[in-house]
């Protein structure tokens, strides 16, 4: 916890006028609000709460509202007093930042939607892949979690979309709306068509299922949180799950799916290098790690 007491410490002793800045009282109130949330990981699901990882979520929203803020020419001083707290200084840089609304959205009546994720630590490293399938009232019939060794983010991907239309076969499914947010294995099932000799047997695999496949989508991640939680989940647990009940499923993933039940959508940043855009700013650990800030 000493980082943490360090910044309350640089609050305590700076001047009035850092103190009242809003960046300084917002963020102290999102870093008071991180502990809370580690606190409760802590005790009712047994995570370990590190004081890395809180900076970490604090520093990443700090980027993300910093991209918000107009007119950071006039703010320059507040901002670089207030960022000084966390032991951060800023660079100037040129980026552009653009913010959309993504949510998972149901299929038509007589359809089923499967989405799909992979997760891969190290890439090539342990990794995991789950799915979860949804009629067009957001019911679930199924979702499943599963650990496959040492692969790659691709056969991880690809993977999971065997694992989910074999079950959609085990139970005579067809109909199928494919959701992935790997682009790379849309693209390469809209095609029909796959250039990568590992995939080779699991594709056969895939083809044999194709004709329950009716449309293929791809989702962003933050549209595809449930598929992503079961993949990591089976990353961690280094086993293969099939769950009937959404309360059966892992509590990040029933988190998400409370979200889409209530039609919640999540925000998307994405931020793009720009040739010549106004006066920007990038904020950078001292210590050689970096965060960008853009706008």
């Not at 309350?8 to 002793?13: A, L, N, P, S």
């Not at 520093?59 to 007119?71: A, C, E």
């Not at 552009?96 to 149901?106: G, M």
């Not at 679930?140 to 694992?163: G, H, K, P, Q, W």
């Amino acid at each position: 916890m000493r980082p943490l007491l360090e910044v309350f410490r640089r609050v305590i002793d700076s001047p009035t006028s850092v103190k009242l800045s809003p960046f300084i009282r917002i963020s102290i109130a999102y870093m008071l609000w991180e502990i809370w949330k580690g606190r409760n990981s802590s005790r009712f699901a047994g995570q370990v709460m590190r004081v890395t990882e809180i900076m970490r979520h604090v520093t990443q929203w700090l980027r993300s509202t910093h991209s918000l803020v107009p007119n950071k020419t006039k703010c320059l001083r507040f901002v670089c007093e207030a960022f000084g707290l966390w032991g951060l200084h800023i660079i100037s840089t040129q980026t552009w930042t653009t913010i959309r609304s993504v949510r998972w959205t149901p299929p038509r009546v007589g359809q089923w939607k499967l989405n799909v994720d992979g997760a891969s630590q190290g890439n090539p490293g342990p990794s995991g892949g789950g799915g979860i399938l949804h009629d067009s009232t957001g019911c679930i019939l199924f979702a499943f979690s599963n650990f496959y060794n040492i692969r790659t983010n691709t056969e991880a991907e690809a993977m999971a979309i065997r694992d989910g239309l074999l079950l959609c076969e085990e139970q005579n499914i067809t109909n199928i709306v494919l959701e992935s947010d790997s682009k790379v294995l849309v693209d390469m099932l809209r095609a029909d068509s796959c250039p990568h000799w590992r995939l080779k047997n699991i594709w056969a695999d895939i083809m044999r299922c194709r004709g329950r496949i009716t449309t293929i989508t791809h989702q962003f991640r933050e549209g595809n949180q449930i598929a992503n939680a079961l993949a990591t989940h089976g990353v961690r647990s280094h086993r293969r799950t099939v769950f009937s009940f959404w309360q059966d499923m892992p509590i990040a993933a029933r988190g998400a799916h409370r979200l889409e039940r209530l039609g919640i959508p999540s925000l998307r940043i994405h931020r793009t290098p720009l040739p010549a855009p106004p006066r920007q700013w990038r904020i950078a650990w001292r210590r050689s790690r970096v965060v960008t800030i853009g706008c």
